[in-house]
């Protein structure tokens, strides 16, 4: 009986779903498209956020029976989106994720022999070309939220275009919220646009008389007086990152305490892509009767993910872009101006289930004459190394000319081929090396990848597994309860006494593991756990990786120097010495500081190497470990020229050092 009503359930709610899946605005057009694929390879399709595109067109293109003939991969330009897509498509279509609907990010494989409907990131898609270059194994490829021009999407259009004539079986589906198709059309050879008319319901805009002194507060302020005087309906506000969104969850969650019983109960719900998934679901959940939600997001709830029931909109005008300078080598993460295309995506997310208000924390004039119509494309302002090894180990050498959208910087293209050069991924010529088709193999920044394939001359691999894994969760491993900063400091000191940098991210995890992966440990040295299960496994998969390229794991805990060179095999360009009560970056001087969290920050070493520099007050270094000059000498000659380290090394040393650049 029990079973009956389980099935019986499951069975309504699978109805339910198939009821919502027909009231997408995508639906009425469901056939047209199907003819519109079949007759056309390459197809740009246009529809807003919510029109259906990511999570109904794989499903109508499976019901066609294109899976019959290969896979289909949706592409997403972010992780978050990927995984929350994946699972909605799989409950729509019945089947557990994993199975016939599955995901692929970084470090994280939710497919199966089964799946024939495969989300995944740009980046891995990009990584699949590696194995596959013409995509043999796929029938159709969308590749999905073009109009974000994330790097890899960019590069995506030039290798997709490129393999279009070999493989006329396959179909190339670009799809866009934006009405900049015409751009993407002519690049492919003009390709036909097919529109998904979006039922758009009236957005009221309001802009502020003045600009705000602080956009954060005038945020939490605005959020508050919504709820208090506006009708039912949730609130979206979107902010830069997730230092905002916790300090607005805190903030708005004290002022909601003091009022206590005189308004309605305020759900907030915060969503980033740091915020376990368990806890990003929460924002999809419908709203409890006579509550209003408010979400507070990053620009991800601009195009690519759809919360129903958005009926407020708050953009303070801002988010977090990042900016590389070439000559420095400098990348930034910095709060900048939106552009008009993203203010009017962000207003449009009011108007989805009907009529809708949204409120620019900014004056109309500021919208009118400060902001660009269009966001800089990624590959136009990052660091390209990644990219250039990629296309590189793809056969694509002549980089300069390649068929880009919009052309790279070549001074940035030049800058990556150089390090790549240094680094000994590419020899003179520009072609790659051995050591750069074992580096290709890692889904790691280069300068991480070359320190994993040099630790096999330093019998360190394991150690240096570790450190990758740690580092490639980026700086989220400590966190600092406001009611025991003292205790969150001293626990993290501890991890740097007689260690420094690098080496105590390897001593936090090897003491993870000695305590058999405790959560209690975790809680009690105010170390996230989901970062530490999450580097575990990176770590596992690096470990894979490292059989795959037939290097051997081997430890050699003891020896220090030995993993310290490994590092500065990866990491010689990013060296900085001691000068003034500061530091100055070795290969282009810039003065920069040691970052205040880390163990090196008592210690002023006169070298160090750091693992990357981020701009917040000042030009900090984050991961420096202490290094000594002769190494650099020792692993990359070529690199340095020799009054960077004159006064630092033996007079033998310069003597050798004088006669290789004689030589060459």
């Given at each position: 009986?029990?079973?009956?009503?389980?099935?019986?359930?499951?069975?309504?709610?699978?109805?339910?779903?198939?009821?919502?899946?027909?009231?997408?605005?995508?639906?009425?057009?469901?056939?047209?498209?199907?003819?519109?694929?079949?007759?056309?390879?390459?197809?740009?399709?246009?529809?807003?956020?919510?029109?259906?595109?990511?999570?109904?067109?794989?499903?109508?293109?499976?019901?066609?029976?294109?899976?019959?003939?290969?896979?289909?991969?949706?592409?997403?330009?972010?992780?978050?989106?990927?995984?929350?897509?994946?699972?909605?498509?799989?409950?729509?279509?019945?089947?557990?994720?994993?199975?016939?609907?599955?995901?692929?990010?970084?470090?994280?494989?939710?497919?199966?022999?089964?799946?024939?409907?495969?989300?995944?990131?740009?980046?891995?898609?990009?990584?699949?070309?590696?194995?596959?270059?013409?995509?043999?194994?796929?029938?159709?490829?969308?590749?999905?939220?073009?109009?974000?021009?994330?790097?890899?999407?960019?590069?995506?259009?030039?290798?997709?275009?490129?393999?279009?004539?070999?493989?006329?079986?396959?179909?190339?589906?670009?799809?866009?919220?934006?009405?900049?198709?015409?751009?993407?059309?002519?690049?492919?050879?003009?390709?036909?646009?097919f529109k998904i008319p979006g039922r758009r319901n009236p957005v009221e805009i309001n802009f502020t008389k003045a600009p705000e002194a602080d956009y954060l507060d005038a945020a939490i302020v605005t959020a508050l007086q919504i709820h208090v005087t506006q009708p039912p309906g949730d609130i979206l506000v979107f902010l830069t990152g997730?230092?905002?969104?916790?300090?607005?969850?805190?903030?708005?969650?004290?002022?909601?305490?003091?009022?206590?019983?005189?308004?309605?109960?305020?759900?907030?719900?915060?969503?980033?892509?740091?915020?376990?998934?368990?806890?990003?679901?929460?924002?999809?959940?419908?709203?409890?009767?006579?509550?209003?939600?408010?979400?507070?997001?990053?620009?991800?709830?601009?195009?690519?993910?759809?919360?129903?029931?958005?009926?407020?909109?708050?953009?303070?005008?801002?988010?977090?872009?990042?900016?590389?300078?070439?000559?420095?080598?400098?990348?930034?993460?910095?709060?900048?101006?939106?552009?008009?295309?993203?203010?009017?995506?962000?207003?449009?997310?009011?108007?989805?289930?009907?009529?809708?208000?949204?409120?620019?924390?900014?004056?109309?004039?500021?919208?009118?004459?400060?902001?660009?119509?269009n966001t800089i494309p990624e590959i136009q302002r990052t660091n390209l190394t990644n990219v250039v090894l990629m296309l590189k180990s793809l056969g694509i050498n002549d980089l300069l000319h390649s068929d880009f959208m919009d052309p790279p910087p070549a001074e940035a293209l030049l800058k990556a081929l150089e390090l790549l050069f240094?680094?000994?991924?590419?020899?003179?010529?520009?072609?790659?090396?051995?050591?750069?088709?074992?580096?290709?193999?890692?889904?790691?920044?280069?300068?991480?990848?070359?320190?994993?394939?040099?630790?096999?001359?330093?019998?360190?691999?394991?150690?240096?597994?570790?450190?990758?894994?740690?580092?490639?969760?980026?700086?989220?491993?400590?966190?600092?309860?406001?009611?025991?900063?003292?205790?969150?400091?001293?626990?993290?000191?501890?991890?740097?006494?007689?260690?420094?940098?690098?080496?105590?991210?390897?001593?936090?995890?090897?003491?993870?593991?000695?305590?058999?992966?405790?959560?209690?440990?975790?809680?009690?040295?105010?170390?996230?756990?989901?970062?530490?299960?999450?580097?575990?496994?990176?770590?596992?998969?690096?470990?894979?990786?490292?059989?795959?390229?037939?290097?051997?794991?081997?430890?050699?805990?003891?020896?220090?120097?030995?993993?310290?060179?490994?590092?500065?095999?990866?990491?010689?360009?990013?060296?900085?010495?001691?000068?003034?009560?500061?530091?100055?970056?070795?290969?282009?001087?810039?003065?920069?500081?040691i970052h205040p969290s880390s163990g090196l920050a008592h210690v002023h070493p006169r070298w160090v190497i750091y693992h990357e520099l981020v701009l917040t007050t000042k030009e900090y270094m984050r991961q420096a470990t202490e290094l000594s000059p002769d190494w650099l000498v020792e692993i990359a000659p070529h690199y340095y020229q020799?009054?960077?380290?004159?006064?630092?090394?033996?007079?033998?040393?310069?003597?050798?050092?004088?006669?290789?650049?004689?030589?060459?």
């Amino acid at each position: 009986m029990g079973d009956l009503v389980e099935k019986s359930k499951a069975k309504s709610a699978l109805e339910a779903v198939l009821e919502e899946r027909k009231k997408l605005p995508i639906y009425p057009y469901r056939d047209e498209l199907l003819k519109a694929i079949d007759e056309h390879q390459v197809l740009i399709i246009v529809g807003e956020t919510g029109s259906g595109k990511t999570t109904q067109i794989p499903q109508y293109l499976h019901e066609a029976g294109y899976t019959k003939r290969g896979l289909i991969a949706c592409t997403q330009p972010r992780r978050v989106a990927t995984m929350s897509v994946a699972a909605r498509v799989s409950q729509e279509m019945g089947v557990k994720l994993g199975h016939e609907v599955g995901y692929s990010i970084r470090f994280e494989d939710c497919t199966s022999d089964k799946t024939i409907v495969k989300y995944m990131t740009d980046g891995m898609l990009m990584r699949e070309f590696l194995g596959e270059p013409d995509l043999a194994s796929y029938s159709v490829v969308m590749l999905d939220e073009a109009h974000e021009r994330t790097l890899s999407t960019d590069i995506l259009f030039g290798l997709v275009k490129d393999i279009a004539p070999f493989r006329p079986d396959l179909k190339l589906l670009i799809s866009s919220a934006t009405l900049d198709a015409e751009k993407f059309s002519d690049y492919f050879d003009p390709a036909p646009i097919f529109k998904i008319p979006g039922r758009r319901n009236p957005v009221e805009i309001n802009f502020t008389k003045a600009p705000e002194a602080d956009y954060l507060d005038a945020a939490i302020v605005t959020a508050l007086q919504i709820h208090v005087t506006q009708p039912p309906g949730d609130i979206l506000v979107f902010l830069t990152g997730q230092e905002e969104i916790e300090t607005a969850e805190e903030i708005l969650k004290h002022r909601t305490r003091g009022l206590g019983t005189k308004i309605a109960e305020l759900m907030i719900c915060p969503i980033y892509a740091n915020l376990p998934s368990e806890l990003q679901a929460k924002i999809f959940e419908p709203t409890p009767e006579g509550a209003r939600k408010v979400v507070l997001a990053t620009n991800i709830a601009e195009t690519s993910l759809t919360i129903d029931r958005i009926k407020y909109v708050i953009d303070p005008g801002f988010c977090k872009m990042k900016s590389y300078n070439p000559r420095t080598g400098m990348e930034s993460l910095l709060i900048t101006p939106i552009s008009k295309a993203s203010a009017m995506q962000r207003a449009c997310r009011s108007g989805r289930t009907g009529p809708g208000k949204c409120f620019r924390l900014y004056p109309a004039y500021n919208f009118q004459s400060d902001l660009d119509d269009n966001t800089i494309p990624e590959i136009q302002r990052t660091n390209l190394t990644n990219v250039v090894l990629m296309l590189k180990s793809l056969g694509i050498n002549d980089l300069l000319h390649s068929d880009f959208m919009d052309p790279p910087p070549a001074e940035a293209l030049l800058k990556a081929l150089e390090l790549l050069f240094a680094l000994g991924a590419l020899n003179k010529l520009g072609e790659l090396t051995k050591v750069g088709r074992l580096m290709a193999e890692f889904p790691l920044d280069p300068m991480l990848s070359k320190m994993i394939v040099a630790s096999e001359n330093y019998t360190c691999s394991d150690e240096i597994i570790s450190i990758a894994a740690m580092l490639s969760i980026g700086n989220s491993i400590f966190y600092c309860p406001k009611d025991k900063q003292v205790h969150a400091d001293n626990a993290r000191l501890n991890f740097h006494s007689g260690n420094v940098g690098d080496h105590a991210l390897m001593k936090v995890y090897n003491s993870w593991k000695e305590i058999n992966y405790s959560t209690q440990w975790c809680y009690e040295n105010c170390i996230h756990i989901r970062s530490m299960k999450r580097a575990t496994d990176i770590r596992d998969q690096l470990a894979g990786l490292l059989e795959r390229v037939e290097i051997k794991l081997t430890s050699n805990s003891s020896d220090l120097d030995a993993i310290k060179k490994s590092i500065t095999s990866g990491f010689f360009p990013q060296s900085a010495r001691s000068q003034n009560g500061s530091y100055r970056t070795v290969k282009h001087p810039q003065t920069v500081h040691i970052h205040p969290s880390s163990g090196l920050a008592h210690v002023h070493p006169r070298w160090v190497i750091y693992h990357e520099l981020v701009l917040t007050t000042k030009e900090y270094m984050r991961q420096a470990t202490e290094l000594s000059p002769d190494w650099l000498v020792e692993i990359a000659p070529h690199y340095y020229q020799l009054k960077d380290v004159e006064d630092s090394v033996s007079k033998k040393t310069l003597r050798g050092l004088e006669f290789y650049f004689l030589l060459h």
